[in-house]
């Protein structure tokens, strides 16, 4: 029998559900969309002039914390036909990133990042940059629904001038989906739950307390439903809701969470 028979999966993200679809699929679990996130790609006259001043080289560091946000850089210069122009300037940057798919989108590009963080985390790419005098220097900072308070303190206690820019921000995801996400949970209805970003996480926790569960959801995911983390950095997300018990592999990727998953199921013999 396939480990995950029987079992549903509620996928949190917004991206990739075929494919995590079929992974779980090929392991016996039924998977169903909740999209928890709510991205929303920023093409406006400051993200351009924020891409002017990357091709201009007007930064001494450049710092991208996610893939989707170096794409979204790009894609707005190849709109602005500004994209060799800020391919070139990168590739002559010092850059750092937060990331395996931020480091992978910039290889896709011919760009190697001089520093890189350790474990996933914005405390990894803090120790990375900490190998490096950044006093005096002007550093761009590509952000997303995370705010990085500790990292631009990092910044500021080390003298840098940082600029933000925000290629895409997250909005609350549709009530009716967390309404329906949230009800499964409490209901039971579903055997795990599969948190793929930290914005998943506090917006269910969020709307949780919005509806007075918080605590109910707390238990559920204790006695009942397994939270299901991509990697580290989300998992402590759910650690500091207080969620005691989340399944994660040691390396963040899709394929090996789904594997973390079934041998979670496997061991418990549930």
Known sequence: MKKLA??????????KIEEISKLLQNQGGAAVSRPSQGTVLLKDE??????????ECRFDWIIFTT?????TIYQTALEMNRSDALISSLQKANIAARGYKTANMLK?????PAVRDDDGSMAGLIRGLSTHS??????????????APHLKQWLEDNQAEYEEILPYTHIPPEE????LLLSEILDGKLDSVFFTSTPQVRNLFSFARKKNAEEQLKTCFSDQTVALSVGKVTAQALHEEGIARVIFPE????????????RFYAEEDI
């Open 67 to 71: 893939g989707i946000g170096v794409e």
């Open 46 to 55: 400051k993200l351009q002039h924020h891409v002017e001043m990357l091709t």
């Open 251 to 262: 390396v963040e990727r899709i394929g090996s969470a789904v594997i973390a998953l079934t």
């Open 134 to 147: 950044l006093k005096g220097t002007k550093v761009a900072l590509q952000l997303h629904g995370d705010p």
């Open 176 to 179: 009716k989906v967390m309404n």
């Open 6 to 15: 029987g079992k549903k999966i509620a996928l949190l993200g917004s991206r």
């Open 108 to 112: 896709n590009h011919d760009i190697m």
